[in-house]
């Protein structure tokens, strides 16, 4: 077969290579609180990683003695630095709590519609709560110390 | 790890699921998200119980066998799993040549990461125990 042929007669015989239409692109669809939270916990996944390096860097601070660990003390303690740790915990809980759902659902349960909706609402409301305890909790711990 | 449990001999007989290693890959993801949470809620509830602590307090707590070992074992699992997520969300959504060379740069990070902080950590064991 010419090379033209050829291909023409892949797209023609393969099932894989037929042109199918392409789906709907994602803006049309309403958001939904299960699409919702696929994203946020795959955002929250990227965000985290993010947060490893800070990690890491505070671990480095850490090692380098008091002055350094008090720099990037003084880093988080800004009010910049707040509203990112902020963030970051809520990340935290929201990738933990969407985490313990993925491995439920990897036991084949928890997939009626209104199961999905129950957890999901479940690790937001838990992702919420946990959030606010923590920094209650932190910012009491602070004032006493 | 125990693959049959998870793919029958017809699954694989008829090539459904991944034809490489793509069950490595989510069941190592599923490995270490089970290890983050006891790991990850340890590290959060200390973090939480030393806002209040100096620097000599919290380098004596972190530099203790246990703490600086759980501390160690986070670090492992933390940027294993997080080279595991991020590979799948460059390769969903890069498209273009770039896609290879942020896999590379992803898995690379994450391993120097991992590096760095453990051997911070030692560090910071080996301080408190030399300074005992």
Known sequence: ???????????????????????????????????VLSIANRIAGVLLSACAVVLVGWLIAAASGPEVYLRFHDLIASWPGQI???????????????????????????????????SGWMVVAASVVLTLVCWFASLLIVGQG | MDRHRFRSPLNRAMGLGSAKAGFGHWWTERITAVALIPLSVWFAASLIAHSGSNYQTFIGWMGSPIPAALMILLLIT???????????????????????????????????????????????????????
Not at chain 2, 80 to 107: C, K, N, P
């Open chain 1, 1 to 35: 077969l010419p090379t033209g042929k050829a291909e023409e007669w892949i797209v023609e015989n393969v099932p894989s290579r037929h042109v199918r239409p392409l789906s709907p692109n994602i803006q049309i669809y309403q958001p939904q609180l299960t699409s």
């Open chain 1, 84 to 118: 990112l740790l902020l963030i970051g915990t809520f990340a935290f809980f929201l990738h933990l709590c969407g985490g313990i759902r993925h491995l439920v659902w990897d036991t084949v349960r928890g997939f009626e519609l209104r199961q999905i909706y129950a």
């Open chain 2, 78 to 132: 933390l940027f294993w799993h997080a080279a595991l997520g991020l590979q799948v969300v460059i390769e969903d959504y890069v498209h273009s040549s770039a896609q290879i060379w942020m896999l590379l740069a992803t898995r690379f990070a994450c391993f120097a990461l991992a590096a760095t902080g453990i051997v911070s950590t030692l560090r910071i064991a080996i301080g408190a125990w030399a300074a005992n």
